[in-house]
């Protein structure tokens, strides 16, 4: 339970049905202890998904209005077919890798950035 936040859950046809996030878990196994209660019972099936050809910042833009940690990526053709899942962790790390690879190109550039000095003229 603490490697995954959140857990696409498909048909049987494949399609995507819903997710399932460590928190629905939590909440179905405190509030309900009915041994019929199914994985699609527990978690969401509202869904508000991505598309591969989003713009990244509009789907973070997305997570961050719906309170959301985790999107599927669906196909705009097909909007059941699952393709992926971009989750706010996924989003964290590309952007801390991006913070890094500039930090060194900054430092191996040998250029020192300062702010230049003008001399007065008479």
């Known amino acids: 339970?603490?490697?995954?936040?959140?857990?696409?859950?498909?048909?049987?046809?494949?399609?995507?049905?819903?997710?399932?996030?460590?928190?629905?878990?939590?909440?179905?196994?405190e509030a309900n202890h009915n041994p019929e209660r199914?994985?699609?019972?527990?978690?969401?099936?509202?869904?508000?998904?991505?598309?591969?050809?989003?713009?990244?910042?509009?789907?973070?833009?997305?997570?961050?209005?719906?309170?959301?940690?985790?999107?599927?990526?669906?196909?705009r053709d097909q909007p059941r077919k699952p393709l992926g899942y971009l989750g706010r962790a996924g989003v964290i790390a590309a952007r801390m890798r991006s913070h890094e690879e500039e930090h060194l190109r900054e430092r191996g550039t040998g250029f020192k950035l300062s702010v230049p000095r003008f001399r007065r003229t008479k």
């Open 1 to 29: 339970m603490t490697r995954r936040q959140g857990t696409l859950i498909a048909d049987e046809a494949g399609n995507l049905a819903g997710i399932i996030t460590r928190g629905d878990l939590l909440r179905a196994l």
């Open 38 to 75: 199914t994985v699609i019972d527990a978690g969401s099936t509202d869904l508000i998904v991505a598309y591969p050809d989003e713009v990244l910042r509009d789907a973070v833009a997305k997570m961050i209005r719906n309170d959301i940690g985790r999107l599927p990526v669906v196909s």
